[in-house]
């Protein structure tokens, strides 16, 4: 039985097309940055089409993050379109190398700036994108739902952070008000219809509370004179006929009757005031 033995100038040969289409594109890539330094707006159109799979493949790391993919690569294309402008081809280093930071910084800065309906602090929110990746990698890599404590050990961080974290995804959770509701009678009105209003009537009934206290501190008369002025909506003369008193008296026992509750309610407002 003959064994099979490879030459290094085999070995050569076949590492060879790779090799040569590698750096062929390097040249390539070195002679567009070169026209498009020079201000060669075709050499800029080619390096972004060029670039393009790159800018895509980005922005479908954060695929599962709820954000729709379509945003996701429009966000990442125009960052490319920004990191073939700033790049500087004199500094020595491939396009690829600072291309790569700034689409993955733009995406993480729409992810800190637009997608939040109610925005967590700054470093909660770059975790729960880390969180979000990372919980992405590992279901791939374990084909299994990772547990609070498999994403704690992967980023190096107590369970606790990974449950805040967790819970502060929901933020980022936008419902219409026009989507159907929950229910079982198949007819399911939109959110929006089941939601609970202002109420007035809880104003109104501490209002009440206040004022029934309040008129604890008059006389039996000087009450009933209040309702029937207030309440029953009669004129100062109505109710004098009604007491058999002048619609003078009436006047006075009203202006009187308000100013001692607003006196009283003063007197309680400060006792609060001084209590807190």
């Known amino acids: ?11 050569a040969s076949l590492a060879t097309p790779s090799v ?7 040249r390539g890539d070195a002679a567009l ?8 707006p075709r050499a800029r159109e ?7 799979p790159l800018a895509r493949s980005i922005a479908r790391r954060y695929e599962n993050s709820g954000e729709p993919l379509e945003d996701l690569v429009q966000v990442a294309s125009l960052a490319l379109v920004k990191a073939v402008d700033r790049y500087d081809p004199s500094r020595g280093n491939a396009f690829s190398s600072f291309a790569v930071p700034t689409i993955a910084g733009e995406l993480k800065r729409h992810f800190r700036d637009r997608t939040w309906t109610v925005r967590p602090p700054r470093d909660l929110q770059e975790l729960t994108i880390k969180v979000e990746r990372v ?3 590992l279901w791939q890599r374990n ?19 990974i449950l805040e974290a967790l819970h502060a995804r929901t933020a980022r959770n936008r419902v219409s008000l026009d989507a159907p509701s929950g229910g079982d009678d198949g007819e399911r009105p939109a959110l929006g219809d089941v939601l609970g209003g202002v109420d007035d009537g809880y104003d109104q009934a501490e209002s009440r509370a206040l004022l029934d206290r309040l008129l604890a501190t008059v006389s039996a008369r000087d009450r009933e004179v209040i309702r029937l002025r207030f309440e029953e909506d ?5 109710i004098g006929e009604l007491l058999g008193v002048s619609q003078m008296q009436v006047s006075r026992i009203v202006r009187q009757t308000l100013a001692q509750l ?8 400060r006792i609060i005031d001084q209590r807190w």
């Not at 039985?1 to 070995?11: G, R, S």
């Open 1 to 11: 039985m003959t064994a099979l033995t490879a030459t290094p100038a085999h070995c």
């Open 20 to 26: 040569d289409a590698g750096r062929a594109r390097a």
């Open 33 to 40: 940055m070169a026209r498009r330094a020079a201000g060669d």
């Open 46 to 52: 080619a390096l972004i089409e060029r670039f393009m």
């Open 135 to 137: 919980t992405t990698e």
């Open 143 to 161: 084909d299994r739902a990772p547990t609070v404590g498999d994403l704690a050990a992967e980023l190096g961080l107590e369970d606790e952070q």
């Open 234 to 238: 009669l004129t100062q003369a109505e």
């Open 262 to 269: 607003r006196h009283v309610a003063d007197q309680q407002q």
